[in-house]
């Protein structure tokens, strides 16, 4: 049992959490405050998988998203019955089938953030962090950004982010938000026999995105939620079956349109956007990095942190 | 296109590193990669209005080991396709 | 009714001052559901008001969201403008891009996402085809849409730039053809003033804030009402400065056939948010209404659609307007079949409301 402070999730028993989340359980997700409440109880498992080191909020505090999870109360709960998302009261998405509430919860509060924190230029993109130096690797379909991500945290790199990098308009840094890393198809398989200690949540069937699972993330990342670190690294990993491992510069003009283009909020920001990615790339070193072996891979990250 | 237009860049912001130039466009939203020789020009006419004449000149500086003519088609062909991007306006 | 958070700071923004942290939460919460919080930023910056960290980052995010749509708002105009430079009308702009355009207060941290243009009906088909020459599309390819617009109402289909992805609607009037009472829309433009440098036209005051009355109260959802609401709040304190103005309104609104939607905006407005309305301009724009009916569905409706704002009655409140609004927009043999059907594509899942 790890010595964690009394106002962390895993203080609270697994019924007094669900009596918590029917009323409103309160509690922080890296510089957010997270009001989650729920009559579901699978969520309650989540939670308590995933989020223990999470803190819980004091009373009387300003909550950034007001999230709830529920069965909507037609006929349908009794055959193939739903979940859905709601953001106070507002749901921007279509129901999905109950099983799937944990995942939902997660996709719903990645929306959350990247619809409402406009202090940030979000990138679709890992950020990781090791010797003080933050590595940012966005994360087009079939990159292995997640699977690389999730090897590198194993590895002892403290996770910023596994989806949503944000970068602050106001002082150039890397925020984090440590969460559990989704992790799709064969890849919980590649991560649960690399790391056989690895904690995941429900592992779910037959979403759109495929089997979809979560890895708990580190409980020091997680302690480590509110401290900012500035990024030294801007590679674009792009996994492909037996290729070899290499890292080739990518100009910083190539870096910026394409980091652009994996951004939520690039168009929404404007000029405030095109300025804070200039300073990105060029206080970054940019590469391209193709790869097949995930232990060369992580040699050749752990080399690169010393540069 | 007269010897007395005048040319000028719409609002746009620069950033260059070595041989590539990034212009945004701050009025449509557009983000462009321009090689050296554009950015150059594009650059130096979101700070000042500039003749045809000086454009020119500072092609000629920029280009070097080419023909007039090779100049003037390069800077038609610049301004053809600048001002149907937005990005230039004439006087 | 319990006066909510959000009207009580509007109305008094310095009350902030006092606020603890979950009032501010709510504060945030119903300006957002309601669509005003850049606006709410606006005041609050206007006042220069100290506010927490957490709630001024949220106030931040939508101002910078309000400031992207305004700059890209500019751009689309312009490019309307080029577009339809060929065609001998006035360029009268509508409702947001209207207030944006005319510098009027009720643009300070809105967005506005579609552009409304007004034409004379016979030179539609000549706006629509330059449009579509420049790149927009028609987005409502259905048949009976088409005609749902075309015969009935008082746009044309709304139609998208292919690689803007930005939206204009085109109107030849502010009411449906098949509304009883539908104005003059040629009075609508003869009255049009040009904004100064610029090549834009929009309505005169009057009728600025007489469109914003009959969309307001013809409209069948609510879920921006509170918006709508406001923006007639503030044009109407910004006109009101003019001394001619309240007879001007009056009288306007009885040239044009719409003394009733005036009548709800000034009552309105006037109990919502405190617009300050001579009491003889009230009693003027009176009508023959059951007022008490019509004020426990409005004095609902038109409030933020927050849990916090709403009582047992506001969801019923809105489902009668919901079905007011078809009632004044078409008659029964039309509304009827319309409604069906509308409910039939929401249940299939080809309409989202």
Same mark, same amino acid.
């Given at each position: 049992m790890s010595n964690l402070p009394i106002s962390n999730i895993a203080s609270l028993s697994k019924s007094q959490l669900q009596q918590a989340i029917i009323k409103g359980l309160d509690f922080k997700v890296g510089c957010f405050n997270v009001r989650l409440v729920s009559p579901i109880v699978e969520l309650v498992t989540h939670l308590h998988h995933l989020y223990g080191a999470n803190e819980l909020l004091a009373k009387e505090d300003f909550i950034d998203f007001h999230v709830q999870l529920s069965s909507p109360s037609t006929l349908r709960r009794y055959f193939r019955p739903q979940v859905n998302f709601f953001l106070d009261g507002y749901a921007p998405f279509k129901p999905l089938p109950y099983v799937q509430a944990s995942a939902l919860f997660e996709w719903g509060l990645n929306w959350c953030i990247a619809s409402h924190a406009n202090q940030y230029l979000i990138i679709h993109a890992a950020v990781v962090e090791r010797n003080g130096q933050a590595f940012i690797l966005p994360g087009t379909p079939g990159s292995g950004k997640s699977t690389l991500c999730a090897a590198l945290v194993n590895q002892g790199w403290r996770l910023l982010s596994d989806e949503m990098t944000l970068l602050s308009t106001h002082d150039g840094q890397i925020y984090p938000v440590p969460r559990p890393i989704s992790l799709k198809n064969q890849s919980i398989d590649v991560i649960k026999k690399r790391s056989p200690q690895s904690v995941f949540g429900q592992i779910v069937n037959d979403t759109v995105k495929g089997t979809v699972g979560h890895l708990c993330p580190p409980e020091l990342s997680v302690q480590m939620g509110e401290y900012p670190v500035f990024a030294a690294k801007l590679i674009f990993?792009?996994?492909?079956?037996?290729?070899?491992?290499?890292?080739?510069?990518? =100009?910083? =003009?190539?870096?910026?349109?394409?980091?652009?283009?994996?951004?939520?909020?690039?168009?929404?920001?404007?000029?405030?956007?095109?300025?804070?990615?200039?300073?990105?790339?060029?206080?970054?070193?940019?590469?391209?990095?193709?790869?097949s072996n995930l232990d060369e891979a992580l040699i050749l990250f752990t080399e690169l942190s010393h540069q | 296109m007269t010897q007395l237009t005048n040319y000028k860049a719409t609002k746009i912001r620069c950033r260059q590193w070595q041989d590539d130039y990034v212009i945004y466009d701050q009025l449509s939203g557009d983000t462009h990669v321009l090689d050296v020789v554009s950015g150059e020009l594009i650059c130096a006419l979101s700070k000042q209005t500039m003749s045809r004449a000086k454009l020119l000149a500072l092609l000629t500086e920029l280009y070097v080991d080419v023909t007039e003519s090779e100049i003037e088609s390069y800077l038609f062909d610049f301004i053809e396709k600048f001002e149907l991007l937005g990005l230039l306006i004439s006087e | 009714m319990k006066r909510p958070l959000l009207s009580c700071v509007m109305l008094n923004p310095k009350q902030v001052l006092e606020f603890n942290l979950p009032q501010w939460d709510l504060l945030i919460r119903q300006a957002r559901r309601a669509n005003v919080l850049a606006s709410l930023a606006e005041l609050l910056d206007a006042n220069a008001l100290e506010i927490p960290e957490r709630a001024r980052l949220h106030l931040k995010s939508a101002q910078i969201h309000a400031d992207r749509f305004n700059i890209a708002l500019a751009f689309e105009i312009t490019c309307i403008e080029k577009a339809l430079k060929d065609i001998p009308i006035a360029l009268v702009l509508l409702k947001g891009s209207a207030y944006f355009m005319a510098g009027n207060n009720a643009a300070k941290g809105r967005v506005f996402s579609d552009v409304d243009i007004l034409v004379p009906e016979q030179q539609l088909m000549a706006v629509e085809m330059a449009l579509t020459n420049a790149g927009w599309m028609t987005n409502t390819l259905d048949p009976y849409d088409q005609k749902y617009y075309r015969l009935w109402m008082h746009e044309i289909p709304p139609l998208r730039h292919l690689k803007r992805q930005t939206s204009i609607d085109v109107h030849h009037n502010i009411l449906p053809k098949t509304t009883c009472i539908c104005p003059d829309a040629h009075k609508l433009l003869l009255g049009a003033i040009k904004v100064p440098e610029s090549n834009c036209w929009v309505l005169a005051p009057e009728d600025r804030v007489l469109h914003s009355a009959t969309h307001l109260f013809h409209e069948g959802e609510f879920s921006q009402g509170f918006r709508d609401l406001r923006d007639l709040d503030h044009l109407l304190r910004e006109f009101a400065t003019s001394d001619d103005f309240w007879p001007k309104l009056l009288l306007r609104a009885i040239e044009l056939q719409q003394q009733i939607p005036l009548f709800y905006a000034l009552r309105y407005s006037h109990q919502i948010l405190q617009t300050p309305i001579p009491e003889s301009v009230l009693e003027a724009s009176k009508q023959r209404i059951n007022t008490t009916l019509m004020d426990a569905l409005f004095l609902r409706a038109l409030l933020p659609d927050h849990d916090s704002c709403n009582d047992k009655w506001t969801r019923l409140a809105r489902s009668l307007l919901f079905i007011r609004s078809h009632y004044l927009k078409m008659p029964i043999y039309l509304m009827v079949p319309h409604l069906l059907r509308k409910t039939y594509r929401r249940v299939i899942g080809k309409e989202l409301h």
């Open positions: 990993p792009k996994y492909k079956q037996g290729a070899e491992t290499e890292l080739s510069t990518l =100009s910083k =003009s190539k870096a910026l349109l394409r980091a652009a283009g994996d951004c939520f909020n690039y168009n929404l920001l404007g000029v405030q956007g095109f300025d804070s990615l200039s300073g990105l790339v060029e206080q970054c070193a940019c590469y391209e990095f193709h790869y | - | -």
